[in-house]
């Protein structure tokens, strides 16, 4: 069997977990979260990143960062994670579905600003797969209604657009480390910004609503409770982990990148003959090979090609049922404007075994298995 997914791992993680151990700290906060926030903020150019328990959370963070309140109007793609609307759901927001793109799956920015009202607070775009949305356009629609901005970047790790890192262009960005994402640490996340107004805010919220982290800077003599907040800081165990990851992510972004480029001139010809559809990624955008998909005829043929994949020993799975359809989205969310390509695309899309060390020889056998499935020979 070809698993869908293998979390990645370097053979790195034990040596630094079993360091955390002997240093006798296993908690939030220890020597290894300071090396992937300084990596992090390194690396993509952002003056805070903070370690979370999840993308999730990060989103969290965000909704209460960007002060959303009941009543508060946010602008989010359907096809999208349950999360990317839950953590605004939970400060009373209204969801406002925008339609998405039928070419990268992302928000349609030139939808946004009709859809824009005086009770709308946020823009949330989703970078999907890895393939940055459209961030002058979004941008531009924001800073002439005076909004906020929140990348959901769970997916964008690694990845930009015209130059600049996924998450580090709107208000705040949010990545993902879950075993499913191209850099792991289990469970866990990073919330990134560049406005220093948010750094003291965003610590006290992590930290359960205290100034712990001016305590250990020694900027304060004691902690104490200083506003509401929350547990949202990873076990540094978990940021052990991580750090094995980010040392090598270079090695990780350049192996996966391979197996999608293997997938994509494999199956051109598929795609020339009018059989499937290719993922396509804009001018400007540079991607992370988060995950490879096709899209088949509609919502049939790729039932029947996920069984048959199955009959060959090769996992295959779809995702998100648009919010919007959902008994939750429509109970928070509607809908703007028709619904032209959120349904009818979601229902076309499969996703291919995409993991690090991806073996050329399972590339070559699921390739065959496609090939066989559309009868072409090569
Ligand atoms: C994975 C994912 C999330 C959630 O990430 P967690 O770290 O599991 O909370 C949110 N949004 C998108 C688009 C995702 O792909």
Redesign the pocket.
């Known amino acids: 069997m070809i698993d869908f997914n293998i979390p990645p791992s370097t053979g790195n993680e034990t040596g630094y977990i079993q360091q955390a151990i002997a240093q006798h700290k296993i908690c939030g906060d220890g020597e290894f979260t300071k090396k992937c926030t300084a990596w992090l903020k390194d690396r993509f150019t952002v003056s805070n990143a903070l370690l979370t328990t999840?993308?999730?959370?990060?989103?969290e963070m965000a909704a209460l960062l960007c002060g959303i309140e009941e009543g508060d109007e946010v602008l989010l793609p359907s096809y999208?994670?349950?999360?990317?609307a839950d953590a605004f759901v939970m400060r009373g927001a209204k969801l406002v579905f925008v339609d998405i793109r039928p070419d990268t799956m992302n928000l349609n920015e030139a939808l946004l600003e009709a859809a824009v009202t005086e009770r709308t607070k946020a823009i949330v775009p989703?970078?999907?797969a890895g393939v940055s949305c459209e961030m002058d356009a979004i941008l531009a629609v924001a800073k002439k209604h005076g909004l906020k901005v929140v990348e959901?970047a769970?997916?964008g790790v690694m990845s930009s657009y015209k130059g600049r890192a996924l998450g580090t262009m709107g208000d705040f960005g949010?990545?993902?480390?879950?075993e499913?994402?191209n850099y792991s640490m289990g469970?866990?996340?990073a919330i990134l910004f560049q406005d220093p107004v948010y750094a003291e805010k965003a610590e006290i919220i992590r930290e359960k609503g205290t100034n712990r982290s001016k305590f250990f800077r020694g900027q304060v003599d004691k902690y104490t409770w200083v506003d509401f907040g929350s547990s949202y800081l990873p076990s540094d165990l978990n940021a052990a982990y991580l750090w094995a990851q980010l040392l090598m992510a270079d090695q990780i972004n350049a192996d996966r990148l391979a197996s999608w480029n293997y997938y994509h001139e494999a199956l051109r010809p598929l795609q020339d003959r009018g059989l499937i559809e290719q993922p396509t990624v804009p001018d400007g955008c540079v991607h992370n090979a988060h995950m490879y998909y096709i899209k088949c005829k509609d919502l049939d043929e790729r039932t029947r090609f996920i069984d048959y994949m199955k009959s060959r020993g090769i996992q295959c799975v779809f995702h998100y049922i648009p919010l919007h359809t959902a008994p939750a989205g429509k109970r928070f969310g509607r809908f703007f404007g028709e619904d032209r390509y959120t349904t009818r695309e979601s229902e076309r899309l499969v996703r291919l075994p995409m993991y690090y060390k991806l073996s050329e020889e399972s590339l070559a056998y699921i390739v065959q298995a496609v090939r066989d499935f559309y009868r072409v020979s090569e």
């Open positions: 999840s993308c999730t959370h990060a989103l999208t994670f349950v999360s990317t989703v970078h999907y959901d769970a997916q949010c990545y993902s480390f879950h499913t994402k469970e866990g996340g």
